[in-house]
């Protein structure tokens, strides 16, 4: 099992419409959770945290299930721009350090 | 905001070649992190260094190896570049503790012919 697991889509959506995506984790000590967002042939940029409580950033909205081990990312509204790859980002502990692992994300293209 | 910069954009290299690719952040951050990106396969961990003059191996850590002689700049040698090291090759900053997020610089191409 991968650590970090993505439907890679492409998710196909109209403008307007709300669309969603999952990410699962396989450690269940993890406790930093974050999404990416990777235009194409860019570098990924930092599209928001995700806390405990859930937490919003304008039309986006991120949640964490600890006891299914998910995140996801809810995007409202879609806009043309928000057509990107949205990477899901999991801290793991390694011999008293931390690195993050990263999913291999989902494409997203929203439709005119 | 914490700029990350990487040397060269776009680069061709002969197999056998050594190869150096540079980073540098203006930050002070930490920890520093190279990574490659090849489709179907995600972003791979190379090296990260937590501080100067410290390096740990990654995920992928074979035929590569880094310097990092200042805090602002860590460096991915590639000692005898191949044809499957052919990548996007990122690196990262972050700064110390569990909740930050990386910046990433905008990534060196490498095609190795």
């Known amino acids: 099992r991968k650590e970090v697991e993505q439907d890679p889509g492409p998710f196909n959506v109209p403008e307007g419409a709300t669309v969603a995506f999952n990410c699962t984790y396989s450690?269940?000590?993890?406790?930093?959770f974050f999404w990416y967002r990777q235009d194409c042939r860019k570098e990924p940029k930092l599209l928001m945290s995700v806390y405990s409580s859930g937490n919003e950033d304008g039309r986006f909205t991120a949640q964490l299930n600890r006891a299914s081990q998910y995140i996801s990312l809810l995007i409202r509204d879609s806009k043309l721009s928000d057509s990107a790859t949205y990477l899901c980002?999991?801290?793991?502990?390694?011999?008293?350090?931390?690195?993050?692992?990263f999913g291999t994300g989902t494409r997203l293209k929203v439709l005119a | 905001d914490v700029k990350v910069t990487q040397s060269s954009r776009y680069l061709v290299k002969r197999t056998g070649e050594k190869v150096f690719l540079e980073c540098v952040q203006d930050?002070?951050?930490?920890?520093m992190f190279w990574y490659r990106q090849d489709p179907g396969l995600g972003l791979r961990l190379i090296y990260f260094?937590?501080?100067?003059?410290?390096?740990e191996k990654g995920d992928i850590p074979e035929g590569y190896s880094v310097s990092r002689e200042k805090k602002e700049r860590f460096s991915l040698i590639l000692e005898s570049a191949s044809t499957n090291q052919t990548s996007m090759y990122l690196c990262?900053?972050?700064?110390?503790?569990?909740?930050?997020?990386?910046?990433f610089g905008s990534g060196t191409r490498l095609t190795v012919v």
């Open positions: 260094s937590y501080d100067v003059k410290m390096k």
């Open positions: 930050m002070d951050h930490e920890n």
């Open positions: 450690n269940s000590a993890s406790q930093s």
């Open positions: 990262a900053s972050r700064g110390a503790g569990t909740g930050y997020g990386y910046t």
């Open positions: 980002v999991v801290n793991k502990e390694t011999s008293g350090t931390y690195k993050y692992i």
